[in-house]
C-alpha cells in the first residue's frame, strides 16, 4: 500500500513539474490570458476603441470600415498593408494592466516589437491557426499604479503579403484611464537651489495627472545626490542638474544646484599658559601694570569676585615685574590680559 501512494505522489509531482514547464516561455511565464477571447471586458478591465484620439498612429495606416460589431469593436479597425520603419502605433495609459485584442488568424504570420516604458518587451504576432475576432495577442499585468507607454513598432511583413497588422481594440484597469502626451505635465517648487556640502534640501514635484511615479536622477553625484523623495544632499562644491522624470514618459522638470563650501567653525581661541604667561593690568589712568605670573589665577579670582560681592575686600597686593610691592584698587582698574 505505501508503495502505491508513493507512485501516486511521484506522479502528481510530475504533473505539477509539467504543467510548472509549459507556464514559461522563453524565460518568462507565459500569459493564460494570450489567444483568448473576450467579446466584453473582463471584470475589473476597461475598453478602448482604436479610434481613441488619444492613440498616436505614425506612418500609413488605414481606417477600415465595414466589419460586424463582432468582428471589431465599432465595426472598424486600423490596419497596415506595406511595410515601413516609420509605422509605429504609441499610446500612454494609466493602470496596473494592458490587453491588447484584434483578430488572430492563419495569415497574420508577420511579427513586430512591443515596448513597455521605452523597454522591448519582445517579437509578437497575431498568428493562429483558425481566425478568431477580440483575442488577445498581447497581456501585461502587475505593472506600478502609474503612467505607462506601449509602443508597437518594427512591423514585418506576412509571408502571404496580407495585411501585415491589425491594431482594433486594447484593455487597461476599469478605474484607468488614457493619456494625451501633451497633458501631462511636471513641475518644480523650485528651479535653482543652493546648499552648503553636507547640507540637505527637499524638492517638491507637482505632476499632472497626480499621483504618478517621479524618477529622480542628477547629472553629477559627485557634487550632489537626489533620493526617491526629492531630498537633495550637497557633497562637494560645484553645480550639478537635478531631474523629475514622470516615468514612462519624456516629461522632464530640472532644477540647478549650486553646492558652497561647509562652513568653517572658529577655533576656540587657545587660553595662553599660565605657566609661561605674565599678567598685565590697565588702569584707569592709563598706566600698564605688569604682575609676576604666579599672580594670575589669584588676581583673577579677585577681580571677579570684587565685581559679584562688595564685602571682598576691594584692594589687591601685587609683585611687579621688578619685585617690588604694589597695592591695586579695583575702582582703578580697567581690564587685564594674559600675555604669552
Not at 89 to 106: A, D, E, H, Q, W
Not at 146 to 170: A, M, R
Not at 189 to 200: A, M, Q, R, V
Request: aromatic share 10%.
Amino acid at each position: 500500500m505505501k508503495n502505491c501512494y508513493k507512485r501516486i505522489l511521484i506522479m502528481f509531482v510530475m504533473v505539477l513539474t509539467i504543467i510548472g514547464i509549459g507556464a514559461f516561455q522563453n524565460g518568462t511565464i507565459a500569459n493564460a490570458a494570450v489567444g483568448q477571447q473576450f467579446f466584453q471586458p473582463e471584470d475589473s478591465w476597461r475598453r478602448f476603441d482604436d479610434r481613441d484620439k488619444k492613440i498616436k498612429y505614425e506612418g500609413t495606416w488605414s481606417l477600415n470600415n465595414g466589419f460586424t460589431s463582432e468582428e471589431y469593436l465599432n465595426c472598424n479597425t486600423h490596419a497596415i498593408g506595406n511595410q515601413s520603419n516609420e509605422n509605429k502605433i504609441t499610446f500612454y495609459f494609466y493602470g496596473t494592466k494592458v490587453r491588447l485584442l484584434s483578430n488572430i488568424n492563419p495569415t497574420r504570420t508577420g511579427y513586430f516589437d512591443i515596448y513597455l516604458d521605452d523597454k522591448l518587451i519582445g517579437r509578437y504576432n497575431q498568428y493562429n491557426d483558425i481566425s478568431k475576432y477580440f483575442s488577445v495577442y498581447f497581456e501585461k499585468t502587475n505593472l506600478s499604479k502609474t503612467i505607462h507607454k506601449i509602443s508597437i513598432e518594427n512591423i514585418d511583413y506576412n509571408t502571404n503579403g496580407n495585411l501585415l497588422y491589425v491594431f482594433d481594440t486594447l484593455d487597461i484597469d476599469e478605474d484607468g484611464y488614457l493619456i494625451d502626451i501633451n497633458d501631462i505635465s511636471t513641475t518644480l517648487d523650485k528651479t535653482s537651489l543652493t546648499l552648503k556640502e553636507g547640507n540637505s534640501k527637499t524638492i517638491t514635484a507637482t505632476t499632472t495627472p497626480s499621483a504618478v511615479d517621479v524618477e529622480w536622477s542628477s547629472d553629477d553625484e559627485a557634487i550632489a545626490t537626489v533620493d526617491s523623495n526629492g531630498k537633495v544632499t550637497g557633497i562637494k562644491e560645484g553645480t550639478c542638474t537635478v531631474t523629475a522624470q514622470i516615468k514612462g514618459t519624456d516629461v522632464k522638470a530640472t532644477c540647478e544646484v549650486t553646492v558652497t563650501k561647509e562652513d568653517l567653525k572658529p577655533e576656540d581661541p587657545e587660553e595662553p599658559s599660565i605657566e609661561n604667561g605674565s599678567l598685565y593690568i590697565e588702569m584707569i589712568d592709563g598706566n600698564i601694570k605688569r604682575a609676576d605670573k604666579s599672580q594670575i589665577e589669584k588676581f583673577k579670582k579677585w577681580f571677579i569676585s570684587r565685581d559679584l560681592d562688595e564685602t571682598e575686600s576691594p584692594i589687591f597686593k601685587i609683585t611687579n615685574a621688578k619685585g617690588n610691592a604694589e597695592y591695586l584698587v579695583h575702582d582703578k582698574v580697567v581690564g587685564f590680559e594674559i600675555r604669552e
